[in-house]
Structure formats: structure tokens, C-alpha cells
């Protein structure tokens, strides 16, 4: 399977400021679990205009304003690996957020990746229908890219921290 990568000019470019991310799957911590596991986290996926969506809690897609906070990481996918294109993305994108807005959430089996997941089977990215929450992480964890350094401390910072000071004690202890 080819991993899409950011190559290729999209209709809008990417404004860190404005947390405006085209074509973009976005990431951003989870106080509590990601310092104990940096690589789980919350995820977004964002229109051809930038504006992110997010499955945030029971019967709750979030436009705009992701559940965690702002992104911390961000991978750019090619639109034209869509079926339909641009039109294509939107229209898989708008179309799980309205399934997943008559959905419970749950942590383990039906949460934001899940939401990511079934926007990229719908549009069949990259000819694809077998996304899922676990190769999601994968690829978010190989593929991603941190919207800055402080997005970086943010995720790594509190893990880092916790394994010192765990560290620390067990050889205090000893």
C-alpha cells in the first residue's frame, strides 16, 4: 500500500495560527493517557478549507474546536487519493460526522479514530475501505509531523517527566 504523503499543492495551505489544516488528519494530546502512552491521543480530520471535525464525545461532532485542545501534530494527505477528489474528501468527511453524530462514544471501539476511519473508507482513500483506529495510530505516529516545537513538548514533556521522576523513586527506594 503507498503511505500518501504532502506532496502535491492543495487549494489551501496550511495556517498554524488559525488552525486551519486542509486535507489534513490532526492529533493532539489527551491529559493523563498520552503521559502515560505518548502515542495515544485525539484525532481530527479537517475539510478542503482547513476546518477540522472531531468526534468528541457522545453524539458530538466538534467543528472547529477539537475536544483537547489545539493540534499538536498533523499529516497532510493527498486529496486526489479521494475518490471524487476534493469534493470527494468533504463529502466522506461531512458524512461520518453526521454518522457519528447519533453515536456513543467509546474509548476502546468507537471513538475519534473510529470517526477518522469511516471519513476515509467513505471517500476510499487511496482505493482503500480497511482504515481503522489502529492503523491510524500507526501511521499518525510514522507519518505525522508536530505543528511546532512546543507542540513536541506538549506531547513528549509530561511522559518524559513522569519516567524521571518514576525513575527516580525506584532507585531512591532500592
Known sequence: ???????????????????KYPFCIVWTP???????????????????????????GPY???EDNMA?????????LRYSLARGGISG?????????????TRM???????????????LNLMQYNKSTSWNM???AILMLLYSKYVSFTGFLKTWLPFVFIVIVSLTIFFTVR
Not at 2 to 19: A, G, L, Q, Y
Not at 30 to 40: E, G, V
Not at 105 to 119: E, F, I, K, Q, R
Request: proline content about 4%; glycine content about 6%.
Open 68 to 76: 483537547f485542545g489545539r493540534p499538536t501534530k498533523y499529516w497532510q
Open 89 to 101: 474528501w468533504d463529502s466522506g468527511v461531512t458524512e461520518a460526522s453526521e454518522i457519528y453524530k
Open 1 to 19: 500500500m503507498e503511505i500518501p504523503e504532502s506532496n502535491e499543492m492543495v487549494t489551501e495551505e496550511i495556517d498554524f495560527r488559525k488552525d
Open 30 to 56: 489527551i491529559p493523563l493517557l498520552t503521559w502515560l502512552f505518548p502515542f495515544i491521543g485525539h484525532m481530527g480530520i479537517a475539510m478542503s478549507s482547513g476546518v477540522i471535525r472531531d468526534f468528541a
Open 134 to 136: 489502529v492503523k491510524l
Open 60 to 62: 458530538y461532532v466538534s
Open 105 to 119: 462514544h467509546n474509548l476502546c471501539c468507537d471513538n475519534c479514530h473510529s470517526h477518522v476511519a469511516t471519513a
